[in-house]
Nanobody
Framework: QVQLVESGGGLVQAGASLRLSCAASGRTDSNYVMSWFRQAPGKEREFVAYITWSTGSTYYGDSVKGRFTISRNNFRNTVYLQMDSLKPEDTATYYC????????????????WGQGTQVTVSS
């Protein structure tokens, strides 16, 4: 069992940057895959990025590639999402999620979720 707590959301203008954090506690394991998803009102939950806890391998969704960077701090058990060049279409609730095993991009494959943090980008 692992608990995830996101922070760092807020209201920014287009072109600005934000950094989200996801603090993990409880039973952490080197086989975890940590991901960020987002969900806008009326839309399905969308994969944003993942990072493997052990090797730091990363992968991004097409809509954020080149603008967002996922990273981790193993000592702090924290995963970050650096979001640059934000656009109004990035407005959503951002969720941190974890699973054990191979990295996957579908939300239903993830066992543990944070409560979400709201990101709003104005034009």
């Amino acid at each position: 069992q692992v608990q995830l707590v996101e922070s760092g959301g807020g209201l920014v203008q287009a072109g600005a940057s934000l950094r989200l954090s996801c603090a993990a506690s409880g039973r952490t394991d080197s086989n975890y895959v940590m991901s960020w998803f987002r969900q806008a009102p009326g839309k399905e939950r969308e994969f944003v990025a993942y990072i493997t806890w052990s090797t730091g391998s990363t992968y991004y969704g097409d809509s954020v590639k080149g603008r967002f960077t996922i990273s981790r701090n193993n000592f702090r058990n924290t995963v970050y999402l650096q979001m640059d060049s934000l656009k109004p279409e990035d407005t959503a609730t951002y969720y941190c999620a974890a699973r054990i095993g191979v990295p996957l991009t579908m939300a239903y494959n993830y066992n543990w979720w944070g409560q979400g943090t709201q990101v709003t980008v104005s034009s």
